[in-house]
């Protein structure tokens, strides 16, 4: 998945000032209402808080991944229908430095940001599909999950192309 070009957009308004573009892409839109309604100061959404029900129009563009180290990697407990037929595979139950393809040290880069800094984070980029390898342009948004209501420990991702 080779970056040809992308637009990054980190944080939301979550207490600390900072704010996403209104210009989220419109698909995403279902799971960022869910996941701000699940927020509350200071504590985020937990994992077993979230109900599909609330963006099933957008479900097969989700991922969840697990949170390992603290950041270090990231394990795919769900991968969407819509994701594999983009990319052509599927990495549930493999941990990203696992499946390490072109690219991916951006994409650990990204997903330990979110993890560290307990904020949101939309991005759009042009990238290569596995599938086809044809150029696509995708919009992705990674919001942080909690068990404790403190720490990182999961990632809701959804991603969409765009294009």
Same mark, same amino acid.
């Given at each position: 998945m080779g970056e040809l070009s992308e637009s990054v957009s980190p944080a939301i308004g979550t207490g600390t000032g900072?704010?996403?573009?209104?210009?989220?892409?419109?698909?995403l839109r279902p799971v960022l209402r869910h996941w701000l309604a699940l927020y509350e100061i200071g504590h985020m959404p937990r994992r077993a808080d979230l109900d599909a029900t609330a963006f099933a129009s957008c479900l097969s563009d989700v991922m969840l991944l697990k949170v390992i180290?603290?950041?270090?990697?990231?394990?795919?407990?769900?991968?969407? #229908? =819509?994701?594999? =037929?983009?990319?052509?595979? @599927?990495?549930?139950?493999? @941990?990203?430095?696992?499946?390490?393809?072109?690219?991916? #040290?951006?994409?650990?880069? #990204?997903?330990?940001?979110v993890a560290i800094t307990a904020e949101p984070f939309y991005v759009e980029r042009r990238q290569i599909s596995e599938r086809d390898f044809m150029s696509v342009t995708v919009a992705k948004l990674i919001l942080p999950l909690s068990d404790d209501g403190c720490s990182v420990s999961d990632l809701l991702v959804s991603l969409t192309r765009i294009d």
């Amino acid at each position: 998945m080779g970056e040809l070009s992308e637009s990054v957009s980190p944080a939301i308004g979550t207490g600390t000032g900072s704010v996403l573009p209104r210009a989220i892409h419109q698909k995403l839109r279902p799971v960022l209402r869910h996941w701000l309604a699940l927020y509350e100061i200071g504590h985020m959404p937990r994992r077993a808080d979230l109900d599909a029900t609330a963006f099933a129009s957008c479900l097969s563009d989700v991922m969840l991944l697990k949170v390992i180290d603290h950041g270090a990697d990231f394990r795919y407990d769900l991968y969407g #229908e =819509n994701l594999r =037929n983009i990319f052509a595979v @599927t990495y549930l139950g493999k @941990t990203l430095r696992h499946v390490a393809f072109d690219g991916f #040290e951006k994409l650990i880069a #990204e997903y330990a940001h979110v993890a560290i800094t307990a904020e949101p984070f939309y991005v759009e980029r042009r990238q290569i599909s596995e599938r086809d390898f044809m150029s696509v342009t995708v919009a992705k948004l990674i919001l942080p999950l909690s068990d404790d209501g403190c720490s990182v420990s999961d990632l809701l991702v959804s991603l969409t192309r765009i294009d």
